[in-house]
């Protein structure tokens, strides 16, 4: 979870995280393959909060990075193999020390998006992953971008721009179903002063919205993709 998220009151069991831990897993049991019997090493960059790494953990040891010591206070040590204050743009680890990059609604808060990438290259082993999500459609950046200190939002063909360093490229199209609803909101609160959105649902909608993202990590699982979606998520290998 973004640490702004956090402060904004966000918790983890919004539709909206449950699903993504779902679509996290599945991500990171596409690309876990680990020959050696050894853990992989795996690095999280922009961490966050940590509340992801409980996951991650099942598939190997978790080197966790975020710019705000604020935010690695509150990362639970007993899910860290080890954690660092450290800027995504100059990684403190050396060259092809990592199996799998985790970097989940990070880019888009970097200026030199370009510069974190070839840091994550750097680092990666030949063979290793970087898995990620961005939020997506520049089109619907808003207030809430603003106040997450986003840069930008990124489009299917930025993205694969971005990741041109890399031998193969997944990009998948993630929060189809909610679309219409969240760009119609997105657009109207465009100019409005910047605000982190934290809908309160009642339980009903908010297990129904849950469940239609889920649809969407269904599709991903089986490789399909739709042309549209609030975020885009995927993996690239070395």
């Known amino acids: 979870m973004d640490y702004k998220d956090y402060q904004a009151g966000q918790t983890a069991d919004n539709f909206w995280f449950r699903a993504k831990y779902g ?17 992989l090493k795996i690095l999280s960059i922009g961490t966050g909060t940590g509340d992801d790494l409980k996951i991650l953990k099942s598939f190997g ?12 206070a509150i990362v ?7 954690k660092k204050l450290a800027d995504a743009c100059a990684l403190p ?21 370009k510069k974190a990438i070839s840091e994550v290259y750097r680092v990666l082993k030949k063979g290793g992953a970087l898995v990620y999500s961005v939020p997506a459609g520049p089109g619907l950046f808003s207030s809430h971008d603003v106040a997450l200190e986003h840069y930008r939002r990124y489009n299917k063909k930025m993205a694969k721009e971005l990741f041109t360093s890399f031998d193969e490229v997944k990009t998948y199209s993630w929060n189809t179903l909610l679309y219409p609803l969240i760009a119609f909101s997105r657009i ?32 991903i699982k089986r490789g399909i993709s739709l042309p549209l979606g609030i975020s885009i998520a ?5």
């Open 23 to 39: 679509l996290i897993r599945l991500l990171m049991e596409k690309n876990s393959k680990n020959k050696s019997g050894e853990p």
């Open 61 to 72: 040891n978790n080197y966790v990075t975020d710019i705000l010591p604020e935010a690695l």
């Open 76 to 82: 639970p040590d007993e899910d860290c193999f080890e």
């Open 93 to 113: 680890y050396e060259e092809g020390f990592f199996d799998i990059v985790v970097s989940f609604d990070v880019f888009e808060h970097i200026e030199d998006d």
């Open 188 to 219: 109207k609160n465009k100019n409005r002063p910047p605000s982190v959105d934290h809908p309160k649902l009642p339980g009903f909608i908010d297990t129904l919205f849950y469940y239609l993202l889920c649809f969407d990590n269904f599709l």
């Open 234 to 238: 995927g993996w690239c290998k070395k």
